[in-house]
């Protein structure tokens, strides 16, 4: 029986995927002793299932599957020297930066001088937003169905209704229509689409697939297995339409009704969480609350591309290197810094604390509503100190923006004209 | 004169473009707005003319650590091949290893494009069943 | 005829007893019947235990407030729960004591708190205090009302475990299993009686009827003047464990004025989860365990009536079960447990309408129906505890102090592989689950066992690992992947065959 092993490192990074990986190889050419840490045998979180394309136009200025993506990072991180622990996953973290890693025949203490939260998101369930019906065999997240078709190589059904027309639910439809199973409709209760209109017409319009938009689905039929599933139209406040129910058949009902950042270690960890993006709230150096624990990707906030978040996670990584190295790391205090607010029609905005006297900071953040040209300003006090002119703007993209911050004062509002 | 709005698949951006033409598209007869980059009128006169694609899907792997390695088409094919592409993939078994960029198919179809390896797949050791 | 060796039952013997159903009743039965020398055959139509109501209930230990006194529900309940809270301790079976508050939104329901009170103090129910507002917050923080009854005996029970524990112990010590057989018809014979299922005859000399929402009509191919039953459903709502950290006690409201039943209440879990529910409504169809969009409404505005601060954005789940009522739709209320023993050879035992206190009941139930067997029939000897196989229910590796998991993680190796990452579940935890001595292979029942796709993300992460685990180390093909048996497949087949290999 060996003792617990309790080792030591200047940046644990939580999560091997994009914005990991890129955290952990930013800080280890920063000069830091970097261990990452993923619960996956293959290093690169979803990328390994995203078999499709659209990666790395703006990281390499190449169009990349998932797995291709992942693995320049990967050469990235062992490149720089990052350890790494596979097949290993972090059940504890404390404030005072110990990890409690669990894998097969060992549970392990790591102390971090600074700790990179990475670990993504999981995908709202069928139990989450409550759709009526028993609980039939064949109802699936499409995540969870990407996994079992390109890693399982299991058909998962025959005859397929898509809710919700994210990016994810239109490259499973085209998926799995490649791979001979019928897709019925694609379900989308906002009066838009929320994927991509770029995959709107390589994943539906090319094979024909109906989209129908201000619609959901209000049951689902079956006992045993899904035998069909009801529609109904919803109005512009979300009301169900009655008498407009048609029934869709279908055996298997896929489920891309939105992604939530997984922060369980993080509350565990007392780290504060934004209630709109769900993930921390952090400084412009990706800080959250507690000293020294660092957030980025999909766990701070919903991206849209994996290149912004492994962009956002070599910043993080940069700071946490900094930050191990005994570097000034400015933190999450009221009197030291200034809030940003998403002002109107802006989402969210992150980060949401800027240091004073920084000079210039870039904004992620993300509109409302979908709208045709517009200008996004940032605005402190009376000063404007960022714009961001668009020809259009959506919600399902991730808008950036430089804001100059070096004589801001007062607190920072994001608007959207 | 002819006119089309179409979205671009080339990349995220998804460049909505407003195509007008006269006669047989080509690049002296057509004019494409919304574009970001060049590419964006070759899309266009593809589109109208040839579309192309990019087929990703997987291969089954024989001894490796996955089931499966996921492949991509080298190139866009035209869209019609696609269904070729697939039916010459689906009885392909490669041996593991598999890695980044090896070709599984070689110019299917005379389109001059090979699939290739998309995922590495390591090889598993001790039993040599999946 | 008499045993004296605990033999398994095969299907062309004459048992000594056949239990048709084994939810919480019929596996109280056979745990019970486990511990004396006799051999026993269960018929159940699911394929596991306790799929039905017994799964899809409050999971409360009733105090035995809110049953007339001298009724069976009051008598049961009340010897039923110092059983079952022996029987959870000898199998290890999560239970707390954890308090019930019956709260009163408005002082005209003072007076059905009191009324409250003296059925429970008729019933023997210690400790009760009417309560006021404040008294109730120090209590349970966020608990919105006038004044409350504060019912300390009340507990909470994991109603699946405590289920599948007593059945998987019952099947090591001897007693036979049929699962996936449905019973049609009970019938005399001439060693007592038979059951035809199509899957086969089980013949026994007493047959037990506790097969539910189904007793009523499966007692009438016997007993053609056995009452029949109606169901009437009840969905629940789960939450997060999240809202499990800021509820301590069961909280009910109080009886309306005019009316009976039990309401919406907030139930915590053995697990950290907390209940919304049930709602009420008869239905025609026995099977009906689907949730409505309206109910579910219904259920998050009454529970937050109770509890303003209800974190109602952490709801992860929904279920529903089917009570067994004797009561019509007209009549409503609820009727007293019947006993009935078919009239001819009075070797058939029916339970019917083993509705709410059924969970707490059962154990008392299965000892009064031994104890009435035990009257004619020569008395079975009871199992020397030293030839008794244990199968405790396995403790929760998550809840499990550090030291304890290192130690445990060093002796199974499989412990320090966590595979549901929302409920802390090792994959030795699941690959104990697979390995269930009633031979379940049903998604379903794997989770029951182990928590495995229990969790908030409701299998994101585990239902890939528990595929590839049971593909690629036990050789599983996709068409046995199934929810709960044959009739709900997971999968319709491979993507890319395999049959190169």
């Given at each position: 029986?060996?003792?617990?092993?309790?080792?030591?490192?200047?940046?644990?990074?939580?999560?091997?995927?994009?914005?990991?990986?890129?955290?952990?190889?930013?800080?280890?050419?920063?000069?830091?002793?970097?261990?990452?840490?993923?619960?996956?045998?293959?290093?690169?979180?979803?990328?390994?299932?995203?078999?499709?394309?659209?990666?790395?136009?703006?990281?390499?200025?190449?169009?990349?599957?998932?797995?291709?993506?992942?693995?320049?990072?990967?050469?990235?991180?062992?490149?720089?020297?990052?350890?790494?622990?596979?097949?290993?996953?972090?059940?504890?973290?404390?404030?005072?930066?110990?990890?409690?890693?669990?894998?097969?025949?060992?549970?392990?203490?790591?102390?971090?001088?600074?700790?990179?939260?990475?670990?993504?998101?999981?995908?709202?369930?069928?139990?989450?937003?409550?759709?009526?019906?028993?609980?039939?065999?064949?109802?699936?997240?499409?995540?969870?169905?990407?996994?079992?078709?390109?890693?399982?190589?299991?058909?998962?059904?025959?005859?397929?209704?898509?809710?919700?027309?994210?990016?994810?639910?239109?490259?499973?439809?085209?998926?799995?229509?490649?791979?001979?199973?019928?897709?019925?409709?694609?379900?989308?209760?906002?009066?838009?689409?929320?994927?991509?209109?770029?995959?709107?017409?390589?994943?539906?319009?090319?094979?024909?697939?109906?989209?129908?938009?201000?619609?959901?689905?209000?049951?689902?039929?079956?006992?045993?297995?899904?035998?069909?599933?009801?529609?109904?139209?919803?109005?512009?406040?979300?009301?169900?339409?009655?008498?407009?129910?048609?029934?869709?058949?279908?055996?298997?009902?896929?489920?891309?009704?939105?992604?939530?950042?997984?922060?369980?270690?993080?509350?565990?960890?007392?780290?504060?969480?934004?209630?709109?993006?769900?993930?921390?709230d952090v400084t412009d150096e990706y800080m959250t609350s507690v000293p020294g624990v660092f957030s980025c990707g999909n766990v701070l906030h919903i991206h849209d591309l994996a290149d912004w978040a492994a962009e956002e996670g070599e910043r993080a990584g940069v700071s946490a290197a900094r930050y191990a190295?005994?570097?000034?790391?400015?933190?999450?205090?009221?009197?030291?810094?200034?809030?940003?607010?998403?002002?109107?029609?802006?989402?969210?905005?992150?980060?949401?604390?800027?240091?004073?006297?920084?000079?210039?900071?870039?904004?992620?953040?993300?509109?409302?509503?979908?709208?045709?040209?517009?200008?996004?300003?940032?605005?402190?006090?009376?000063?404007?100190?960022?714009?961001?002119?668009?020809?259009?703007?959506?919600?399902?993209?991730?808008?950036?923006?430089?804001?100059?911050?070096?004589?801001?004062?007062?607190?920072?509002?994001?608007?959207?004209? | 004169?002819?006119?089309?709005?179409?979205?671009?698949?080339?990349?995220?951006?998804?460049?909505?473009?407003?195509?007008?033409?006269?006669?047989?598209?080509?690049?002296?007869?057509?004019?494409?707005?919304?574009?970001?980059?060049?590419?964006?009128?070759?899309?266009?006169?593809?589109?109208?003319?040839?579309?192309?694609?990019?087929?990703?899907?997987?291969?089954?792997?024989?001894?490796?650590?996955?089931?499966?390695?996921?492949?991509?088409?080298?190139?866009?094919?035209?869209?019609?091949?696609?269904?070729?592409?697939?039916?010459?993939?689906?009885?392909?078994?490669?041996?593991?290893?598999?890695?980044?960029?090896?070709?599984?198919?070689?110019?299917?179809?005379?389109?001059?494009?090979?699939?290739?390896?998309?995922?590495?797949?390591?090889?598993?050791?001790?039993?040599?069943?999946? | 005829?008499?045993?004296?060796?605990?033999?398994?039952?095969?299907?062309?013997?004459?048992?000594?007893?056949a239990i048709v159903g084994a939810g919480v009743v019929g596996a109280s039965l056979a745990y019970a019947l486990s511990k004396l020398h006799c051999s026993v055959a269960v018929i159940e139509k699911e394929h596991d235990v306790g799929t039905a109501a017994s799964a899809r209930n409050s999971g409360v230990i009733?105090?035995?407030?809110?049953?007339?006194?001298?009724?069976?529900?009051?008598?049961?309940?009340?010897?039923?729960?110092?059983?079952?809270?022996?029987?959870?301790?000898?199998?290890?079976?999560?239970?707390?004591?954890?308090?019930?508050?019956?709260?009163?939104?408005?002082?005209?329901?003072?007076?059905?708190?009191?009324?409250?009170?003296?059925?429970?103090?008729?019933?023997?129910?210690?400790?009760?205090?009417?309560?006021?507002?404040?008294?109730?917050?120090?209590?349970?923080?966020?608990?919105?009302?006038?004044?409350?009854?504060?019912?300390?005996?009340?507990?909470?029970?994991?109603?699946?475990?405590?289920?599948?524990?007593?059945?998987?112990?019952?099947?090591?010590?001897?007693?036979?299993?049929?699962?996936?057989?449905?019973?049609?018809?009970?019938?005399?014979?001439?060693?007592?009686?038979?059951?035809?299922?199509?899957?086969?005859?089980?013949?026994?000399?007493?047959?037990?009827?506790?097969?539910?929402?189904?007793?009523?009509?499966?007692a009438q191919t016997i007993d053609p003047d056995a009452p029949g039953l109606y169901p009437c459903v009840g969905e629940y709502l789960i939450l997060d464990k999240q809202a499990g950290e800021s509820l301590g006690m069961s909280v009910y409201p109080a009886p309306p004025v005019g009316g009976a039943g039990l309401?919406?209440?907030?139930?915590?879990?053995?697990?950290?989860?907390?209940?919304?529910?049930?709602?009420?409504?008869?239905?025609?169809?026995?099977?009906?365990?689907?949730?409505?969009?309206?109910?579910?409404?219904?259920?998050?505005?009454?529970?937050?009536?109770?509890?303003?601060?209800?974190?109602?954005?952490?709801?992860?789940?929904?279920?529903?079960?089917?009570?067994?009522?004797?009561?019509?739709?007209?009549?409503?209320?609820?009727?007293?447990?019947?006993?009935?023993?078919?009239?001819?050879?009075?070797?058939?035992?029916?339970?019917?309408?083993?509705?709410?206190?059924?969970?707490?009941?059962?154990?008392?139930?299965?000892?009064?129906?031994?104890?009435?067997?035990?009257?004619?029939?020569?008395?079975?000897?009871?199992?020397?505890?030293?030839?008794?196989?244990?199968?405790?229910?396995?403790?929760?590796?998550?809840?499990?102090?550090?030291?304890?998991?290192?130690?445990?993680?060093?002796?199974?190796?499989?412990?320090?592989?966590?595979?549901?990452?929302?409920?802390?579940?090792?994959?030795?935890?699941?690959?104990?689950?697979?390995?269930?001595?009633?031979?379940?292979?049903?998604?379903?029942?794997?989770?029951?066992?182990?928590?495995?796709?229990?969790?908030?993300?409701?299998?994101?992460?585990?239902?890939?690992?528990?595929?590839?685990?049971?593909?690629?180390?036990?050789?599983?093909?996709?068409?046995?992947?199934?929810?709960?048996?044959?009739?709900?497949?997971?999968?319709?087949?491979?993507?890319?065959?395999?049959?190169?290999?």
């Amino acid at each position: 029986m060996s003792e617990p092993v309790c080792s030591t490192v200047d940046v644990a990074v939580i999560g091997g995927g994009p914005a990991g990986l890129a955290a952990a190889a930013a800080a280890a050419r920063a000069g830091a002793n970097v261990l990452l840490i993923d619960r996956n045998p293959q290093l690169g979180g979803i990328l390994n299932q995203c078999i499709h394309d659209g990666f790395g136009l703006h990281a390499f200025g190449e169009v990349l599957t998932g797995p291709e993506f992942a693995d320049r990072y990967v050469r990235q991180a062992i490149g720089a020297g990052v350890r790494l622990r596979t097949r290993t996953l972090v059940t504890g973290l404390s404030a005072d930066g110990e990890l409690v890693c669990s894998r097969y025949g060992a549970r392990e203490t790591v102390r971090a001088k600074a700790t990179v939260l990475a670990m993504g998101c999981r995908e709202r369930t069928r139990g989450m937003i409550r759709i009526p019906g028993a609980r039939p065999a064949g109802v699936y997240t499409a995540g969870t169905a990407q996994w079992l078709t390109n890693i399982g190589n299991v058909r998962i059904g025959r005859r397929i209704v898509i809710l919700g027309s994210g990016d994810i639910g239109l490259i499973m439809a085209r998926r799995l229509t490649w791979e001979g199973a019928e897709v019925a409709a694609v379900i989308e209760k906002l009066p838009y689409p929320s994927g991509l209109p770029r995959n709107i017409n390589q994943c539906l319009l090319d094979y024909d697939i109906p989209l129908h938009l201000s619609h959901s689905v209000t049951c689902i039929q079956g006992r045993n297995r899904v035998q069909g599933v009801t529609v109904s139209r919803f109005d512009e406040n979300g009301h169900a339409d009655s008498g407009s129910e048609f029934e869709l058949t279908c055996d298997t009902l896929l489920l891309s009704v939105g992604l939530i950042p997984e922060n369980e270690l993080s509350r565990h960890a007392g780290v504060a969480l934004d209630r709109t993006t769900s993930g921390a709230d952090v400084t412009d150096e990706y800080m959250t609350s507690v000293p020294g624990v660092f957030s980025c990707g999909n766990v701070l906030h919903i991206h849209d591309l994996a290149d912004w978040a492994a962009e956002e996670g070599e910043r993080a990584g940069v700071s946490a290197a900094r930050y191990a190295d005994g570097g000034v790391v400015r933190q999450l205090q009221d009197n030291a810094s200034i809030v940003v607010r998403a002002g109107a029609g802006v989402r969210y905005v992150v980060p949401q604390r800027i240091q004073r006297g920084v000079e210039e900071v870039l904004l992620s953040l993300r509109v409302t509503a979908p709208r045709g040209p517009t200008t996004i300003r940032a605005v402190c006090g009376n000063t404007i100190v960022g714009e961001l002119r668009l020809r259009k703007a959506h919600p399902a993209t991730m808008e950036q923006m430089s804001v100059r911050t070096a004589e801001a004062a007062k607190d920072l509002e994001v608007i959207c004209e | 004169m002819s006119e089309r709005i179409m979205t671009c698949i080339l990349c995220p951006n998804g460049c909505e473009l407003h195509v007008a033409w006269n006669g047989e598209p080509n690049e002296q007869s057509i004019a494409v707005d919304g574009n970001l980059c060049p590419k964006g009128i070759t899309y266009a006169i593809d589109e109208l003319t040839h579309p192309m694609r990019t087929l990703t899907t997987s291969v089954r792997v024989r001894g490796g650590v996955q089931r499966l390695a996921s492949v991509k088409t080298a190139a866009p094919v035209s869209r019609d091949a696609i269904e070729a592409f697939r039916d010459q993939l689906r009885p392909v078994v490669l041996d593991a290893p598999a890695a980044i960029g090896d070709v599984v198919l070689e110019n299917v179809k005379d389109t001059g494009v090979d699939v290739v390896v998309t995922r590495a797949v390591a090889r598993r050791c001790g039993k040599d069943s999946a | 005829m008499n045993r004296t060796s605990n033999t398994q039952h095969t299907a062309n013997q004459v048992a000594d007893i056949a239990i048709v159903g084994a939810g919480v009743v019929g596996a109280s039965l056979a745990y019970a019947l486990s511990k004396l020398h006799c051999s026993v055959a269960v018929i159940e139509k699911e394929h596991d235990v306790g799929t039905a109501a017994s799964a899809r209930n409050s999971g409360v230990i009733h105090a035995g407030l809110n049953y007339a006194p001298e009724s069976l529900r009051a008598r049961f309940c009340m010897r039923g729960r110092d059983l079952l809270m022996a029987w959870c301790d000898e199998l290890n079976v999560p239970y707390a004591v954890c308090g019930k508050l019956i709260v009163a939104a408005r002082n005209e329901e003072i007076p059905g708190l009191e009324r409250l009170r003296t059925m429970g103090e008729a019933n023997g129910v210690p400790d009760m205090a009417l309560i006021d507002a404040d008294a109730a917050a120090r209590l349970q923080p966020g608990i919105h009302c006038v004044a409350a009854l504060h019912v300390p005996s009340s507990g909470i029970v994991s109603p699946y475990a405590f289920t599948v524990a007593m059945a998987e112990e019952a099947a090591v010590n001897g007693v036979t299993f049929h699962l996936g057989w449905e019973a049609k018809r009970i019938r005399v014979t001439e060693n007592g009686a038979a059951v035809d299922t199509p899957q086969g005859t089980v013949s026994a000399r007493w047959v037990v009827n506790a097969a539910g929402i189904h007793a009523g009509r499966l007692a009438q191919t016997i007993d053609p003047d056995a009452p029949g039953l109606y169901p009437c459903v009840g969905e629940y709502l789960i939450l997060d464990k999240q809202a499990g950290e800021s509820l301590g006690m069961s909280v009910y409201p109080a009886p309306p004025v005019g009316g009976a039943g039990l309401g919406v209440h907030l139930t915590p879990t053995t697990e950290g989860n907390v209940l919304l529910g049930p709602s009420d409504e008869y239905v025609s169809d026995p099977e009906r365990t689907s949730c409505t969009g309206k109910t579910a409404d219904r259920l998050l505005a009454e529970a937050k009536s109770m509890w303003p601060d209800l974190p109602t954005n952490l709801v992860i789940g929904a279920y529903a079960g089917i009570r067994s009522k004797r009561t019509s739709p007209q009549e409503g209320g609820f009727g007293d447990f019947l006993i009935r023993r078919e009239p001819g050879t009075q070797r058939v035992i029916h339970l019917i309408g083993i509705e709410s206190p059924g969970l707490t009941a059962a154990p008392a139930i299965a000892e009064y129906v031994i104890e009435e067997i035990l009257r004619t029939e020569e008395a079975w000897e009871p199992v020397p505890p030293a030839d008794r196989v244990r199968r405790p229910w396995p403790d929760r590796f998550d809840e499990l102090s550090e030291d304890e998991k290192a130690r445990r993680v060093a002796e199974d190796p499989d412990h320090g592989d966590i595979i549901c990452r929302c409920e802390g579940v090792t994959k030795a935890e699941f690959l104990h689950a697979l390995g269930n001595p009633l031979g379940v292979r049903t998604l379903s029942g794997i989770k029951y066992r182990c928590r495995a796709t229990m969790g908030r993300c409701s299998g994101g992460y585990c239902l890939p690992r528990i595929v590839e685990i049971l593909q690629d180390e036990h050789g599983w093909t996709p068409e046995q992947f199934t929810v709960r048996g044959p009739d709900s497949p997971s999968f319709v087949g491979r993507l890319l065959e395999e049959n190169h290999e």
